[in-house]
């Protein structure tokens, strides 16, 4: 099972507004990431959770703040969001097996963000 | 650091037919891995193949192969018997230890009836 779940699928949130996306995977991986992709672009790294850790944070701006509770879980905190942050946010994780982590990450479905 | 190239930002073959889509990467690594990776509308990435850069082999997963050019540096995907859910956007990857991976800025290929 390579399956990574996020939720929600759709939001639309004021500036003003605060709300979390989530992320969950149950393969037993101990990386996950959060990236976001505008259209037609490939996906931008954001952040890397390494064994529950922070080991990359892409110079995301202070609005966007990631958490991961335990192994499985992943969630994405938003705070007075720009409109330009509008777009499809992806998790995804991977197993992070020995010294060189040249390992495969397996994506979620998406959470499709509009910011008013 | 490293880079990937696809050339084709659009393709567009009939169905039935062998598309080849090109990717170009660059990097003074000895030790890597390469993916293809398909996002139809639907928007969920998939993985469609991965290519250990120490094998030789091109890798294959049922209509899907890849041509791996090492010294040339090339990784392309053949995709073979082509179907309409083939029609998505398709994302050459590159990664070597425990750096993130490299995207290249995608190819839209498009499966016609």
């Known amino acids: 099972d390579t399956e990574v779940t996020q939720t929600p699928k759709h939001l639309v949130m004021g500036m003003t507004n605060k709300k979390s996306l989530k992320c969950e995977q149950h393969m037993g991986h101990r990386a996950m990431y959060w990236y976001k992709q505008k259209a037609k672009k490939p996906p931008e790294l954001m952040f890397v959770?390494?064994?529950?850790?922070?080991?990359i944070n892409e110079s995301v701006p202070s609005r966007f703040s990631p958490e991961c509770p335990n192994s499985s879980l992943l969630n994405l905190h938003l705070h007075a969001l720009q409109p330009e942050d509008s777009a499809l946010y992806l998790c995804?994780?991977?197993?992070?097996?020995?010294?060189?982590?040249?390992?495969?990450?397996?994506f979620g479905p998406g959470t499709r963000l509009t910011v008013l | 650091a490293q880079t990937v190239t696809q050339s084709q930002p659009e393709m567009s073959v009939q169905e039935a037919e062998t598309v080849t889509l090109s990717c170009t990467y660059d990097t003074s690594e000895n030790n890597y891995y390469l993916f293809w990776y398909k996002q139809p509308p639907s928007r969920q990435m998939i993985l469609v193949i991965r290519q250990e850069a120490y094998k030789q082999q091109n890798a294959t997963e049922n209509r899907f192969s890849v041509n791996f050019q090492k010294a040339a540096k090339s990784f392309s995907l053949k995709i073979s018997d082509s179907q309409l859910g083939d029609t998505a956007m398709y994302f050459c990857?590159?990664?070597?230890?425990?750096?993130?991976?490299?995207f290249g800025q995608g190819t839209r290929l498009t499966i016609n009836p």
């Open positions: 990857a590159f990664r070597a230890g425990a750096q993130k991976l490299v």
């Open positions: 959770y390494s064994y529950e850790k922070l080991s």
């Open positions: 995804a994780s991977s197993p992070q097996t020995g010294v060189l982590d040249t390992d495969t990450q397996y």
